[in-house]
């Protein structure tokens, strides 16, 4: 099957469609859900802490909450971090970091299903049809602005560039795999551990069925175990960035 390769026309519709999804965010002022607004707070704040203390902190202080809160140690905490140190980078403007951060996200969706269309089949326009079904979603629109569920929002957007470059690197046929799949593979794989349990718990666990499902469904193909373990590998060093995070998580869950 030939190489599905990104075109001009296809870069200049998902930049369109990504700002058309951006509109309340970019032209209006509004809050929108209670929670986006404290997503918002909350980048300022862990950016703030890592400057202060050269390191990601897993502590919020709030006169509500308490002193010596551990948000950041069960929820967002990668995720608020590294938000946390592009607001630093723009100043301590949050906002361009938070806005910037949520566009990459939809554009990451949007491209991962385009690509991941493209993988098995879809050429022309129609390839765009997938994606951009799943970036207008009910799910996918009200999780940001209805509810405000940002690092859920930002964590599921990671689903489809990480099937995307999975399906790719495991489907290539040369021995050596190409850069930039490799990091987006990686990047994804960040993303997904990078704060919300719920959707790393159901989404690996579901994925792992639908691949099951699928598998059973083609007749049970011989697998290529060595580019599966290769990719097992590269997804275990994305995990290992955010170990910071999960290894606590973990530990005290209960």
Avoid at 76 to 97: D, K, Q, R, V
Avoid at 133 to 159: H, I, K, P, Q
């Amino acid at each position: 099957m030939p190489r599905a390769r990104l075109t001009r026309i296809d870069a200049l519709l998902a930049v369109i469609a990504v700002l058309i999804v951006s509109g309340p965010m970019l032209l209006t002022r509004s809050g929108f859900g209670e929670d986006f607004t404290n997503s918002l707070w909350l980048v300022w704040v862990a950016g703030r802490a890592l400057t202060a203390a050269g390191h990601p902190g897993l502590f919020l202080n709030t006169t509500t909450l308490g002193v010596f809160y551990p948000l950041f140690a069960f929820y967002g905490g990668p995720l608020y971090a590294y938000t946390g140190a592009m607001s630093e980078l723009f100043g301590g403007h949050a906002e361009i970091a938070f806005i910037g951060a949520t566009m990459l996200a939809m554009l990451g969706v949007y491209g991962g299903i385009l690509w991941l269309g493209r993988e098995f089949g879809l050429r022309g326009l129609t390839a765009h049809a997938p994606a951009l079904t799943v970036l207008t979603s009910a799910y996918y629109v009200t999780n940001l602005y209805g509810r405000g569920d940002w690092t859920e929002f930002m964590v599921t957007s990671s689903l489809a560039p990480l099937a995307a470059s999975g399906v790719h690197l495991v489907r290539t046929r040369t021995e050596a795999w190409r850069p930039l799949p490799m990091a987006i593979f990686v990047a994804s794989v960040m993303l997904l551990t990078a704060g919300h349990n719920i959707t790393l718990l159901w989404g690996t666990t579901i994925g792992v069925g639908a691949l099951l499902i699928t598998w059973i469904a083609l007749g049970a193909p011989r697998l290529p175990y060595r580019r599966l373990v290769m990719l097992g590998g590269l997804g275990l060093a994305g995990a290992t960035i955010n170990a910071w995070f999960l290894l606590p998580d973990i530990a005290y869950a209960s």
